[in-house]
Each structure stands twice: as C-alpha cells, then as structure tokens.
C-alpha cells in the first residue's frame, strides 16, 4: 500500500516566521511531487511541484526534495495570516498520473 | 478563462436516489479525475480516465459510476448502493504522464436528505 504521510498539526507560527511542513512517502519509485493548499471549504490549489533532488523557489515558498530519504518538505517564509490553510502533499509514482494524497497540514499563522 | 467547472455546488440526495454531479474543463487536458474528501482527511480516488471512452477505477469506486463521451466532460453517478455518500466531490484534469500536475474544479458538497 502506497503511503502518503504528514503531521496533521495544527502548526502555528507567528506572523512573519518560517513555517516548515513535512511530508514522508512509502513509494521508492516516486516521481513527482506536489504542494496543495486547501482553504476551508474551498479545492486544493497548487502550490509548487518538484521532481529533482534539492530545492525549488518561487517567491516565498521554496520545495526540498531528498528522495534517499524519502522525504519532501515545504518552507514559506515571512508567513502571513492569509497563508492559514491546510497544505496537501501529493505523490505521483512513475508513468502512472495519478496521485496519492496525505491527509494534510493544519496551518495556522497568527498575527 | 480556462478551468474547471463543476456543478451543482450542492447538491442533496434523497434515500434510494441517484444523483449525478458534472465536471467540465476546456483546458484541453486528456486526463480527468474524481475524487472524495471526507472532514479531515486527503483525497481519495474514485475513477479516472486518459482518454475518452475510457475510465479505470480508484481506490474506492464501489456504488459510484462515470462515463467519458467526450473529452471535455466526465460526470459522476453517485448511486444508491454508495450507503454513505456525504463528502465534497472534487474533480480534477491534468496532461497525462510525465511531471504534469493536476488541476482542480471548485467541487461538489454531497449531503443525505
């Protein structure tokens, strides 16, 4: 069985700190990985991809991938209370499109 | 504006009903998807498909059915036999294969009358 897992918090973290969200995969074949945020109530909206060992910026959010260690993160800097959601880590095994989600990361950043 | 377009945004089922929740996108894409999402949980996969006339099922596709005549349009059934259908449905697209990430509609809040 293919696992996705994550802390489900809540993490919460001062306006303007760095919030740092975890995400750890069964799947040795992984090949994609996937950031969502989720408001309440609302779909997922993706936030960042990554597929290559390292890091991956844009803007405030950066991706840390090790895939030894099986493990991808999520870093966003300067938080913000509009940053409040819940983040969802996807994993995309192969040639396969489908994604296996975690239950996510309860989000909270307070001013 | 390219997207996805699901309807109803709610919807609600009366014992013993079928109910079918649309999904539409004109993003071009091959692959379509549906998936449940209970309170406090991920996304579980219910049917998919790559290409038209063609769907496979997800982890848990029982009491739920889906059709794909044409590329742009993939709706769900959700049938009597699924006995505890509240959640919020979401559909989603993607380019199939490769790193291709999946997009998602606004979805569908399922409730029991």
């Known amino acids: 069985q293919k696992e996705v897992e994550q802390n489900s918090g809540p993490l919460s973290v001062p306006e303007g700190a760095i919030a740092s969200l975890n995400c750890t995969y069964s799947d040795r074949g992984s090949q994609s990985f996937f950031w969502y945020r989720q408001y309440s109530g609302k779909s997922p909206e993706l936030i960042m991809f990554i597929y290559s060992n390292g890091d991956k910026e844009d803007g405030r959010f950066t991706a840390q991938l090790n895939k030894a260690s099986q493990y991808v993160s999520l870093l966003i800097r300067d938080s913000q209370p509009s940053d409040s959601a819940t983040y969802l880590c996807a994993v995309k095994g192969g040639s396969q499109g489908n994604l296996i989600f975690g239950k996510g990361t309860k989000l909270s950043v307070k001013p | 504006d390219g997207g996805i377009t699901q309807s109803p945004k709610y919807l609600f089922r009366k014992e013993g009903q079928n109910v079918t929740l649309s999904c539409e996108q004109n993003?071009?894409?091959?692959?379509m998807y549906w998936y449940r999402q209970d309170p406090g949980q991920g996304l579980r996969l219910i049917y998919y498909s790559q290409i038209v006339n063609d769907f496979q099922k997800g982890d848990i596709a029982e009491g739920y059915s889906v059709s794909r005549e044409k590329k742009e349009s993939f709706p769900l059934t959700v049938t009597s036999a699924q006995k505890n259908p509240t959640a919020f449905y979401l559909c989603a697209s993607s380019i199939w294969g490769g790193h291709q990430p999946q997009h998602f509609g606004d979805g569908t809040r399922l409730s029991i009358l």
């Open positions: 993003l071009n894409h091959d692959a």
